[in-house]
């Protein structure tokens, strides 16, 4: 036996490559992303994967996509099954087939539902409060193939999306672990997709505005579904703030739209909550603030620093 391929780029593959590693699982070779550059110099910097292939002494390729060149180095690998998580390209129908059992990969929601980029975060984004992690085989179309295990998870309230990501990745992990050994066998058994497929297409910064004129449940969502990436943001007069994790509040803060406000807590705990008025009458909390060109500081130390009172939001 051969072991496997694994193909996967940033922290989160890297995770589970780690995972398969410490497991002694044979791994024949990875597969990531070239070396991107990274920081305000732009540094040319190997993916989280490269650095931990490199540090296990394990073949690496490095390919933005599987030509036939790539193919053909998968193949000389001799893997008995690919696996995939988060690599960042699709794989065609020549590399589908260089493993003798095919690819699996591990998937942030329950399919055939959010499809692609970035599942958790549309999730997140559309008021879900659970998701899954899923591994399927790996077919032409994306995200389509037959599942081979899912686990539900609950969303916390106040958790980002790259939070999600974490949790999610740390359970689908343990599935892989779970399933590899009928899986370099070949003898699992997956189960086709049921249901109405819809897409998760990657996020934008303009898709990271908050807009607090709308409801407080959705101002909430869309601020914790972008962090980390691409970041939740808005104005505080023409000067761009980015914001950290955020939840409704619960009670009715006054003010409009925008409007910042130290509060009593909605939890009866005797402490204060930094609450942004939203245009439902109801509001967010907010808990941290970071003014541009600075650091990311608690909301109510950012809120005291304020000279006049404070509303955000308005024209980008």
Same mark, same amino acid.
């Given at each position: ?6 193909a ?22 990875? @597969? ?7 920081g ?9 994967v490269?650095?931990? !292939? ?5 073949? /690496?390729?490095?390919a ?5 060149e ?10 008995? /099954?690919?696996?995939?998580?988060a690599?960042?390209? /699709?794989?065609?129908?020549?590399a ?6 095919g ?8 399919l055939?539902?959010?499809?692609? !980029? ?13 998701? !899954? ?9 994306m995200?389509?193939?037959?599942i081979?295990a ?7 309230? @106040? ?11 740390t ?5 892989l672990?779970d ?5 370099l ?6 189960v086709?997709? !049921? ?5 998760a297409p ?6 990271a ?11 909430a ?12 943001w ?27 406000? @130290? ?35 608690p909301?109510?130390?950012? /809120? ?8 955000l939001?308005g024209?980008r």
């Amino acid at each position: 036996m051969n072991g496997i391929v694994f193909a996967g780029t940033p922290k989160i593959a890297a995770d589970v490559l780690m995972s398969l590693i410490t497991s002694d699982v044979p791994i024949a070779g990875v @597969l990531t992303r070239p070396d991107a550059p990274v920081g305000r110099r732009k540094v040319l910097t190997p993916s989280p994967v490269a650095e931990v !292939a490199r540090e296990a002494g394990l073949p /690496l390729l490095k390919a933005s996509k599987l030509d036939q060149e790539v193919t053909e180095a998968v193949r000389r690998l001799k893997p008995d /099954l690919g696996v995939v998580v988060a690599y960042g390209a /699709l794989l065609p129908e020549a590399a589908l087939q260089a493993p003798r059992h095919g690819w699996v990969n591990l998937h942030y929601s329950e399919l055939p539902k959010y499809r692609g !980029a970035s599942p958790v975060q549309h999730a997140i984004l559309n008021g879900e409060r659970t998701t !899954a992690a899923t591994i399927f085989q790996l077919e032409k179309g994306m995200d389509s193939g037959p599942i081979h295990a899912a686990r539900t998870y609950e969303i916390p309230e @106040l958790t980002s999306a790259g939070r999600v990501l974490e949790d999610l990745t740390t359970l689908g992990g343990r599935m892989l672990l779970d399933l590899l050994p009928g899986l370099l066998e070949g003898t699992a058994s997956p189960v086709p997709q !049921a249901g109405e497929p819809s897409l998760a297409p990657k996020l934008t910064r303009d898709d990271a505005f908050i807009d607090p004129t709308a409801a407080a449940p959705q101002v909430a969502d869309r601020i914790n579904a972008t962090i980390p990436e691409p970041g939740a943001w808005t104005l505080n007069g023409e000067a761009r703030v980015k914001l950290g994790v955020a939840r409704t509040f619960h009670g009715r803060p006054g003010g409009e739209p925008g409007q910042v406000s @130290l509060l009593p807590s909605d939890r009866h705990s005797g402490d204060q909550v930094v609450v942004m008025s939203t245009g439902d009458g109801a509001g967010v909390v907010l808990t941290e603030v970071q003014p541009a060109g600075k650091q990311m500081m608690p909301a109510a130390d950012w /809120l005291r620093g304020q000279q006049d009172r404070v509303r955000l939001g308005g024209q980008r």
